[in-house]
Structures are given as structure tokens and as C-alpha cells.
């Protein structure tokens, strides 16, 4: 007879479950985060942070960066290519002036060499940041401006530019390539395109 508390285990703890997306940062919460890094003096945080808006890549991947993946020595370049783990596929992104100049200054306090981690461990340099500790430290920058923390998360990162761009533009093809999506379907589902158009649409319409 099969153990029912293994088969309880087994089971995935969201099925049946509605489990929405993790809400994008808006524009003025973005700057909040980055004048309170600022503020600190937390360079890795800042680099961190404005890298992972940038880049839009899931945390294991852009954790895995190397300085090398980003420029030559203190020179950071305006665009970098990453293979995503995921799905074996390329993806570029763009990294803004306030990213460059984050990322160089992190590199030259840390005194990091071309074929280190960007974010190493802080107990073995050998190893980069875990996801666990990326999660932590997303949690810590939404906790900074007190927004509710359960509508947060790394993916919020990820989902921050790409949404905006959709807003702005309407352009899904843009998007899916900057996310690295093989298929337009999955943009749409990321991006909760059809449910944010809804309530648009309905929110345009007076009684």
C-alpha cells in the first residue's frame, strides 16, 4: 500500500490552484529601489538590481553571468548576448548608462578579473550568488519602499521592462524576442496580455 504522506508530497503544492503572475515594478518604483541602493552605498545591490531589469533574464541565468559576458576590463558594452539555460537559445539585451556605470563601479571596488562571477559568493568567489539568495535580496528591495511583499518576486524583475515595452509600444514580437521566448503564445501568457487589455478596454468605458 503506497504511502499517503509521500503521495502528499508529491503533489505540487499549486495544483488546482489560480496562482497569478508576480506583478512588474512601475517606473517610479524602480528609481525608489535604485536612490535607496544609491543611498546605502550598496554597489553590488545596484549593479544587481539594475542588471536584472536590463537584461530580463530569469535569475539562474543572470546569475551565471561572467564579467567577461558584459566587457572588457572597466569597459562595460551598451549590449551583451547570453545563452539561456533554459531552452539552449541566445538572447540580447541592452544595458543603459545607469547599469554600465553600476556594474563598472562593482567590478572595481570588488576587483573583479574578466573571467570571474559578476556576483560571487561572498564565502566562496569560485561560486556565484544562489537563486535563494537572489530571491532574498529582491524581497529586501521591495520591503525598502513597502510595497506588499507577496506580490513580488524575481520574476517581477524579469517582467519590469518587457511589460512596459508591451505598454508602450503593443509590440509582442519585440518582447518575445527580448524575453528569448521561442513562441509568441508564451509572451502572451507571461505578459497577461488579454487580461491587462481587458481592463483596459473596460476601464475606457463610462456608464
Not at 42 to 62: H, T, Y
Not at 91 to 102: G, S
Amino acid at each position: 500500500m503506497p504511502n499517503v504522506n509521500s503521495i502528499e508530497n508529491s503533489i505540487p503544492w499549486n495544483k488546482g490552484k489560480l496562482v497569478g503572475q508576480k506583478a512588474p515594478l512601475k517606473p517610479p518604483e524602480v528609481w525608489a529601489i535604485r536612490v535607496r541602493l544609491q543611498l546605502a552605498d550598496n554597489k553590488r545591490d545596484l549593479a544587481l538590481f539594475n542588471l536584472a531589469v536590463d537584461s530580463k533574464l530569469r535569475g539562474c541565468d543572470l546569475l551565471r553571468i561572467r564579467v567577461s559576458d558584459l566587457g572588457i576590463g572597466s569597459e562595460i558594452r551598451s549590449r551583451a548576448k547570453i545563452v539561456q539555460s533554459k531552452t539552449g537559445n541566445p538572447v540580447q539585451f541592452e544595458i543603459t548608462k545607469y547599469t554600465r556605470e553600476a556594474v563598472a563601479d562593482w567590478c572595481s571596488v570588488k576587483g573583479l578579473h574578466s573571467h570571474e562571477w559578476l556576483f560571487p559568493s561572498r564565502k566562496d568567489r569560485n561560486r556565484h550568488l544562489t537563486t535563494r539568495q537572489y530571491a532574498r535580496l529582491v524581497d529586501s528591495w521591495i520591503a525598502s519602499i513597502n510595497l506588499l511583499r507577496s506580490s513580488y518576486a524575481t520574476h517581477s524583475m524579469r517582467r519590469t521592462k518587457a511589460t512596459l515595452i508591451y505598454r508602450k509600444t503593443g509590440n509582442l514580437r519585440a518582447v518575445q524576442l527580448l524575453l528569448g521566448h521561442t513562441k509568441i503564445d508564451s509572451t502572451v501568457r507571461y505578459l497577461g496580455v488579454e487580461v491587462e487589455d481587458a481592463l483596459a478596454l473596460a476601464e475606457s468605458i463610462e456608464l
